[in-house]
């Protein structure tokens, strides 16, 4: 090898049945199975360049150089795949996200997705989707769900080699998101860390399990039937439980912050008023996302405009699988990058 180039688009995606804990965190082994949305409207582009003129890995998100430290989780990333083929040449990792970055949109989980996409098609490994999910999984648990799109399941298996991601649904049944974005900074307590904390000292954290697995049931039926209803109620009770654990972790923290409580707020009333069906959710940052019907999406973002910034509320519908694009694709998103108007 002189140079191998491969490029790849991977869609975030929203837990709807959280991933909360770890039993291996060396293996990003998860304490529960999980389920989410892959969402359209969020994004992470990567072209990985493996040479070996390099004398070092390189890594710029954004266009931007990165620090050692963020180097460092890449090598240690590509290490993965390397060991895999047996060889270790260094590479030029570009990513550009068109996700608000640790703003709890998971932008992690886009991010190791389209990496992973991005080498298996730059080496030309021959693996399955569901393989690769392996390997995504040890860069971001929640990277694990982003390489299929629609509805998705990681199983939490019983060992690295089959704790992987499944299509469930395509989503294509009106169904949608809208992400009211309270704070796009970065987030206090990484959800790594707040995850960790939880496992170790929260008294309800048992519970949870216990009743993750339920819910995961449950929600596969709903999906199944289409029944957006139950979709939606076992989404927004499976949050709520997930945040009950920060709570009562020791010492208790929390991921919400004020302007949280008054979206959630806004939600309650919103749809109290329209009379339409709409389930919140929150991940590890301020962020409120609400699972609606793709139909209702317009009339629900203009009442919520009432309570929020509009420009504020982004609406999202279902994804795709993660794909590999062209250079020319590639050198549009750069364009995008320059022009300011990623996200
Ligand atoms: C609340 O995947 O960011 O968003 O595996 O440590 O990188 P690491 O954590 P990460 O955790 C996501 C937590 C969550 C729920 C979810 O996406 O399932």
């Not at 959280?18 to 389920?35: A, C, E, I, V």
């Not at 390397?82 to 703003?103: D, H, K, L, Q, W």
């Not at 439980?241 to 919103?270: C, G, I």
Request: hydrophobic content about 40%; some cysteine; aromatic content about 8%.
């Amino acid at each position: 090898m002189t140079q191998a180039v491969g490029i790849a688009r991977a869609h975030t995606n929203i837990a709807l049945i959280k991933y909360w804990g770890k039993r291996d965190k060396n293996l990003f082994l998860p304490m529960n199975s999980s389920l989410s949305l892959t969402l359209e409207a969020f994004y992470t582009d990567t072209k990985v360049t493996f040479d070996d003129h390099l004398t070092e890995d390189i890594f710029l998100l954004n266009g931007k150089e990165q620090s050692e430290k963020e180097v460092a989780k890449i090598s240690r990333f590509l290490d993965l795949f390397c060991e895999y083929i047996g060889e270790r040449p260094f590479a030029r990792v570009e990513s550009i996200n068109f996700v608000p970055t640790a703003a709890g949109l998971a932008s992690s989980a886009s991010a190791f997705a389209a990496l992973s996409l991005a080498v298996a098609d730059a080496l030309k490994l021959d693996m399955t989707r569901q393989e690769l999910s392996t390997f995504a999984r040890r860069g971001s648990g929640s990277s694990t769900r982003s390489l299929f799109g629609g509805f998705v399941e990681w199983e939490m298996g019983t060992s690295s080699e089959d704790s992987m991601a499944h299509p469930v649904d395509d989503a294509d049944w009106d169904v949608g998101m809208l992400v009211l974005v309270v704070d796009s900074q970065e987030k206090k307590i990484a959800s790594r860390i707040g995850m960790e904390h939880t496992v170790q000292t929260s008294p309800f954290y048992p519970a949870w399990i216990e009743s993750a697995r339920e819910d995961l049931q449950a929600m596969k039926a709903a999906i199944a039937e289409k029944d957006f209803e139950t979709l939606g109620r076992i989404t927004e009770h499976n949050g709520f439980k997930m945040h009950a654990t920060t709570l009562s972790a020791n010492p208790p923290f929390t991921y919400w912050s004020a302007d949280s409580l008054l979206a959630q707020e806004a939600v309650r009333q919103v749809r109290e008023e329209l009379q339409v069906p709409a389930y919140m959710t929150m991940d590890a940052g301020p962020n409120v996302k609400v699972l609606c019907r793709a139909s209702d999406m317009g009339r629900l973002q203009k009442a919520l405009s009432a309570h929020f910034p509009v420009e504020k509320i982004i609406s999202s519908l279902p994804g795709p699988a993660a794909y590999v694009l062209s250079e020319a694709d590639w050198q549009q998103s750069k364009t995008r990058l320059t022009e300011g108007n990623h996200l």
